[in-house]
Every structure is written in structure tokens, then in C-alpha cells.
């Protein structure tokens, strides 16, 4: 263990990875702002911002010892202390093993995991949201589901010789999950469906025309998003490595081919191939591949991309059947891919491409993995949406968690922020303080 | 005197302008309007949701003409416009009782 000496080369990949990463949440901003009507763009994307900020602090104060200490060698949950990460910056990383690189490092490369999965829930509760609630429901939910999940599922524990201590409980039972299919995707489309009933429907839902103002905005947020997620994927190979080079071909081409499924749905269903779909595949792709993209071949990675594009367009219209306003479909996206992502494992998971992973179907590994898999699929989604449940119901007894529905009509922008995003009537004054 | 209305195609517009300048009509105000005819807006679909648009952006062109000339400003207005396709819009003429022209006080038709 001693001999084990930091690798400059890794180090400088998963910092690089860690900003790509961080740069997801301000795409997911502007992804789901242009999907939103004009006076509710500045609140959509102030519900990812201040989720940064949130997040980050907790996890100095706690939230990476929670998720990934090993000291109360507990499979649920790393350890219950005020850390303020105060380590020396010559400690390495110890998950499962040693990785020659700062634990500083890798505790911000997973600070931006934790940062991004609360902000996916927001898409789900777009325009109606109180924002102080938001931002308290932020806290409460990491703190509850997001850094024990993470914990469950990244945390490979502390290795010391043989002995392993403090390893996740997902990780433990061998349920594969690269980049996080489950502790992110699943987890964030299960809370927003729970929310999504919390808080109701929203003012004219079905009525009224929600289309999105802005398909340049949502365009430059999906490419933002597939640029970052490279850091996501290849980045949790924690090295400068074949793994790493793996996931980022796979986050390519299933990516490519799930923007060209959602796309054949469209023509097939609707007539017309549209910019919003080419967006949503291609996010929808980039859910698929997370858990799966260091497991399979790159062919594979075109199939499981494909589907999950044509599977998440079919998906979307599930929240006009069973009647809950789940406003830019976190649910037919995140939870719908991320599970499709997490079984195709099941059936493409390949220990030739990958000593790490096991053989799935196709590879004659029989059901065994695909049950894992969905095992671990499952149990997340069931303790994401019942957890995030009870927050939401008890925040919305107590603070309350929606505007008044005279603000939201009017624009939650500024009835929250006091601001408005466009000037679309005449010209202002002031500047002035009181 | 009578004033011209055309509710016609935004991107008809320049056209409308270069066929009336070249017929010898001078002179028109433009406004950026919305609205919709007889097939009630177009429907717009965004991840398989349908929206209908019924409030669709047109240029409303009134060109003030003399009695006159009124049916020959129509019929460029008309021509001009023209795409065959639905939502090309409307032109109308309206009787016009008193014209002023703010510089020179002129009136009646001499101020058109």
C-alpha cells in the first residue's frame, strides 16, 4: 500500500473530469430553462444554481464522509462526522483499493455528482416551485437519499491488505453501476415523481400551451451536457486509463444513436423530426450509457443507446396517462433510461471488454447479473421515491412548497427572484438602491 | 380617400413594399400584429405533447390611397402576397372621411 505513489497523469484527468462534471448542473440550467414558458426561466435555472451551492457546502461540513467514509464500516452509510475534509493533501484515494490519486480529488470529482442529482429532480416541479423550500428540500434530500445511495452503491471501501471495510451495500452484492445509472439517474427520476405528486399539478396544466420558449436554449444545454458527461463517464475510471477510454467512446455512440432513435420515433409517430427531440435523445443516451458505459462493447453501446432513445420518446407521454404533471419528463428520461441502462448490463455486460464486470446474457452469464442489476435498480427507485415521499409532504404541511397560484400565473420569476428574464414590454428605470 | 389594410406573411412583406413602390404608391405604416383565419392557428408538438398556436405573428401594412387608386393598391397588395398557401391573409379598403397633412396643413386628397 505504501508503495502505491500519486499518478500525475490520472491526477490531472479526473480534475479535468471533476470540471466537466461541475459544468453539467449550469446545462442542465439552460436545458431546462429553454423548456420552460419565458417567465419561469430564471426560477428553473436558479433551482439548479443554488443547488451548487448547497450541496457543496455540505459536503465539506459531512456529506463525503457520509457517502464514502468507511469508519462505521456500515454497508448504508460511510460515517456519521463533521470531516470539513480536512485530510492531508498527500492522502490517496481508497475505494475498494487504491487509486493513485488525492482523496481531494476524488472527493470533488463525486461533490459534483451529488451537486447534479438533487438539480435533475427540479425539471420535475418546473414553474410552481417555492424557492427557499426547494433550497431546504435540497439539503434535507442529499442528506437522506443522495449521500446514503451514493454510499450504497460507490462506495467500494476501505482496503487494507484483504480487508475491506465500510464497502456500499449495492457495491458489495457485485450490482454494477459505472458512472451512476442508479445512485443518480434512478434516484433523481424517482424523487421527481414523487414530487411531482407532492406539489400537483400545475395552474392550466393540459389546458394552457407549455411549450417550451426557447429550443436554442434547450440546445445549448444538451450540448453542455454531453460535453460534461464525458467527465461523468470516463471520469469514474478515476484514471487515464483503458477503462476511461471505454466509457468515453460508449458515452459517444450511444449518445449519437440514442439522438437518431428518438428522432425515428418522432418521424414515424408525429410526422416531423424536431430540435427538442434530437436534445432529449441525446440526454435520454447519455442516462443509458452511464451505468453500463465501462461494461460493453461499443456495438453494444450503439444498441443500448438506440433503444433507450426510442424508449424515452414512447416513454414521455406516460405522464399524460396516468395523470401527473412531471413538467420536463425527469421520469420518462432519468428514471426510464436509467433503469434501461442498468438491465441492458444484465444482457451486454461483457467480462472480456472488461475484467471488472461479468458476463451478461448474450455473453453466456446466464440471468444472474441482469437479476442484480435489477435488484439494485429497484431498490433505489423504491427508497428514492418513498423517502423523497415523506420530505415532500412534510415540507409542504409546514413551509409550504408551492407559490401561490396568482404568482404562477403571473411568472414564479418574479414573484421569487423579483426579476424577469426578457424585457418583452417597454423600458425601465432605476438602477438605484433603497 | 380610402385606407388599405393587409394582414399579410412577415416574410411576404419586402415584397409587398417593392410592388407598391414600383405601381407609384408611396407611403404605408407597418405593425407587427398576431392572429389567425379560418384554420384556426397551426398545432405545434413538442416531445409528442400537440400545442396549438392559434395567435400566429403577421404584418398589418395600411397604406392610405385615393379613391382611385384604392382597387389598383389591392390588387398589388394582392399579388404581391401571394404564396397559395394557407394563412396568406387579408386586404380590405375603408372609407376614409378627413386626411390632414401635419406639415403643410393640406387636406382632402392632396394630403393623401
Known amino acids: 500500500m505504501t508503495d502505491v505513489v500519486l499518478n500525475t497523469g490520472d491526477t490531472a484527468w479526473v480534475l479535468a473530469s471533476t470540471a466537466l462534471v461541475l459544468l453539467m448542473t449550469p446545462g442542465l440550467a439552460l436545458f431546462y430553462g429553454g423548456m420552460v414558458r419565458a417567465k419561469s426561466v430564471l426560477n428553473m435555472m436558479m433551482m439548479s444554481m443554488v443547488t451548487i451551492g448547497v450541496v457543496s457546502v455540505l459536503w465539506v461540513i459531512y456529506g463525503f464522509k457520509l457517502a464514502f467514509g468507511y469508519e462505521a464500516n456500515s454497508q448504508w452509510y460511510g460515517s456519521l462526522s463533521l470531516s470539513g475534509l480536512g485530510s492531508s493533501i498527500n492522502e490517496l484515494t481508497n475505494n475498494g483499493g487504491i487509486y493513485p490519486i488525492p482523496l481531494l480529488a476524488f472527493a470533488a470529482f463525486q461533490l459534483m455528482f451529488a451537486v447534479i442529482t438533487p438539480a435533475l429532480i427540479s425539471g420535475a416541479i418546473a414553474d410552481r416551485t417555492k424557492f427557499t423550500s426547494w433550497a431546504i428540500f435540497v439539503a434535507v434530500w442529499v442528506t437522506l437519499v443522495y449521500f446514503p445511495v451514493a454510499h450504497w452503491v460507490f462506495a467500494f471501501g476501505n482496503k487494507v491488505g484483504d480487508t475491506v471495510t465500510g464497502a456500499g451495500f449495492l457495491a458489495a452484492r457485485g450490482v454494477e453501476d459505472f458512472a451512476g445509472g442508479t445512485a443518480v439517474h434512478i434516484n433523481a427520476g424517482a424523487a421527481g415523481l414523487a414530487l411531482a405528486i407532492v406539489l400537483g399539478k400545475r395552474v392550466g396544466w393540459r389546458k394552457e400551451s407549455m411549450r417550451p420558449h426557447s429550443m436554442p436554449l434547450v440546445l445549448i444545454g444538451a450540448a453542455l451536457l454531453w460535453f460534461g458527461w464525458f467527465g461523468f463517464n470516463a471520469g469514474s475510471a478515476l484514471g487515464a486509463n483503458g477503462v476511461a477510454a471505454l466509457a468515453f467512446m460508449n458515452t459517444q455512440v450511444a449518445t449519437a444513436a440514442a439522438a437518431l432513435g428518438w428522432l425515428l420515433v418522432e418521424k414515424l409517430r408525429d410526422g416531423h423530426p424536431t430540435s427538442l427531440g434530437v436534445a432529449s435523445g441525446a440526454v435520454s443516451g447519455l442516462v443509458a450509457i452511464t451505468p453500463a458505459c465501462a461494461f460493453v462493447a461499443p456495438w453494444a453501446a450503439v444498441v443500448i443507446g438506440l433503444i433507450a432513445g426510442m424508449l424515452c420518446a414512447l416513454a414521455v407521454g406516460l405522464k399524460y396517462k396516468f395523470n401527473f404533471d412531471d413538467s420536463l419528463d425527469v421520469v420518462g428520461v432519468h428514471l426510464v433510461g436509467g433503469l434501461w441502462g442498468c438491465l441492458s448490463i444484465g444482457f451486454f455486460g461483457s467480462s472480456a471488454i472488461n475484467s471488472l464486470g461479468l458476463d451478461g446474457i448474450l455473453y453466456g452469464g446466464g440471468s444472474a447479473l441482469l437479476g442484480k442489476q435489477a435488484f439494485g435498480a429497484f431498490f433505489v427507485l423504491a427508497y428514492s421515491f418513498i423517502v423523497t415521499l415523506i420530505i415532500g409532504f412534510i415540507i409542504n404541511k409546514t413551509i409550504g412548497f408551492r407559490v401561490k397560484p396568482d404568482a404562477e400565473v403571473a411568472g414564479i420569476d418574479y414573484d421569487q427572484h423579483a426579476e424577469t428574464a426578457y424585457e418583452l414590454t417597454s423600458s425601465s428605470r432605476g438602477g438605484f438602491s433603497s | ?112
Open chain 2, 1 to 112: 380617400m380610402k385606407l388599405v389594410t393587409a394582414i399579410i406573411k412577415p416574410q411576404k412583406l419586402d415584397d409587398v413594399k417593392e410592388a407598391l413602390i414600383a405601381a407609384g404608391i408611396t407611403g404605408m405604416t407597418v405593425s407587427e400584429a398576431k392572429g389567425f383565419g379560418r384554420q384556426l392557428g397551426l398545432t405545434e408538438v413538442y416531445r409528442g405533447a400537440q400545442y396549438k398556436v392559434d395567435l400566429i405573428p403577421k404584418i398589418r401594412l395600411e397604406v392610405l390611397v385615393t379613391a382611385a387608386t384604392a382597387d389598383k393598391a389591392i390588387k398589388v397588395i394582392t399579388d404581391a402576397a401571394r404564396t397559395g398557401n394557407i394563412g396568406d391573409g387579408k386586404v380590405w379598403a375603408t372609407p376614409v372621411d378627413s386626411v390632414v397633412r401635419v406639415r403643410t396643413g393640406e387636406s382632402g386628397e392632396a394630403a393623401v
